[in-house]
């Protein structure tokens, strides 16, 4: 294998043991439980509270921002974990930024402005997902506003060169199922900021919510499907699988209207139950309809359902972004066209690093 050029596939199938220093964010939306480091010409969001973590061979110090990541004894490379200046600050009214709004990746500021889910409590709920964990830990305020969340983003623009802005929701019980709430939000950033702005959101119940999001400034957009294992999705995300594939395909090619191509996007999860073949054949379907395939391994996330799970392994994840990385390509897909948001940041896959490559 070549360590040094597929070491964030190995890293995100691994995890990091943080021996010194902070271990990063613990729930939340999207792959928590993890944190964000930068090395050679990439940045990776990668476990390092989750369980399985205790067994991985990769560890690090951290003196402040920096330390030297090991493979066992062995030194593999220097690491950055850039601390943003903005997380020093407070609103007005007390509330700390950084429990408005995070850093992801170098230069992504993101956030959830309602931090719940009509299924966090029901047998409906993702069983990957940790919405609901680091508001019971009382890391981030429950609602957000538009304002506080644009305030905050202004001042990660001027003290952290942030570039962009991600805003991911748990569904709510209406309609639009909180597009317009997002919409809000987009819309407040985009004045006071100008930043380009990526939103996610489960697939609404009348198609014509998402012109809302492009008439409020939002650059990009992730419908995310999660699995095209239709038996793993019923399992895994029951309310995703009751929408059905043919919605979702629906919406995606609506969004692809009003965005463009590669400015829509939808993660696949490797490691829910699913065979490579409905990963790679799922990335087809998407990339076809000019939607980037945001393909990354599963995230055991400490509290969340699958918390006793291990990620896919290097092998398989090698294999499969091979192959992804040669069907983005071919249909003129890169992560360097999108503006915003999962795609642009790229610390969670590692599909970029494959996609030099081909
Ligand atoms: S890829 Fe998305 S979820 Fe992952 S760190 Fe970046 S913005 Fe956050």
């Not at 369980?51 to 090991?70: A, R, T």
Request: net charge negative; proline share 5%; hydrophobic share 40%.
């Amino acid at each position: 294998m070549d360590e040094r050029k597929y070491l964030k596939v190995d890293i995100q199938s691994s995890g990091i043991r943080v021996l010194k220093g902070d271990k990063g964010r613990i729930g939340g939306a999207g792959p928590a439980g993890a944190k964000i480091f930068v090395f050679d010409d990439t940045v990776a969001n990668v476990p390092t509270t989750s369980k399985f973590v205790e067994n991985s061979p990769y560890s690090l110090e951290l003196e402040g921002e920096s330390g030297i990541l090991k493979l066992y004894d062995a030194v593999v490379t220097a690491i950055e974990s850039p601390v943003p200046k903005f997380y020093e600050f407070e609103t007005k009214a007390g509330i700390p930024y950084n429990q408005i709004a995070l850093l992801h990746g170098k230069d992504c500021l993101a956030t959830t402005p309602v931090q719940t889910c009509i299924y966090w409590n029901t047998p409906d709920r993702c069983k990957f997902c940790g919405i609901g964990i680091s508001r019971k830990k009382g890391t981030a305020a429950a609602v957000k506003k538009p304002e506080e969340i644009a305030e905050v983003a202004d001042a990660a623009k001027r003290l952290d060169n942030v570039t962009h802005v991600t805003l991911t929701m748990g569904t709510m019980r209406v309609a639009d199922k909180g597009i317009r709430v997002l919409s809000k939000c987009a819309s407040a950033i985009k004045d006071l900021t100008g930043l380009p702005i990526h939103v996610q959101f489960e697939p609404p119940d009348e198609i014509r919510f998402i012109e809302d999001l492009y008439s409020n400034g939002v650059d990009t957009v992730g419908v995310h499907i999660e699995s095209f294992d239709e038996k793993v999705l019923r399992e895994i995300s029951p309310a995703k699988a009751r929408i059905g594939s043919d919605r979702f395909v629906e919406v995606w090619k609506r969004s692809v209207e009003i965005f463009g191509e590669n400015q829509v996007s939808s993660f696949i999860i490797v490691g829910l139950g699913e065979d490579d073949r409905s990963v790679i054949e799922g990335s087809r379907t998407l990339a076809e309809l000019g939607v980037y395939p945001f393909v990354l391994s599963l995230r055991p996330i400490p509290g969340s359902d699958l918390e006793n799970e291990v990620p896919a392994r290097f092998e398989r994840m090698k294999r499969i972004y091979e192959e992804v990385a040669v069907i983005i390509k071919d249909a003129g897909l890169s992560w360097k066209r999108s503006k915003a948001g999962c795609v642009k940041c790229r610390a969670c896959s590692a599909l970029d690093v494959f996609e030099e490559d081909v």
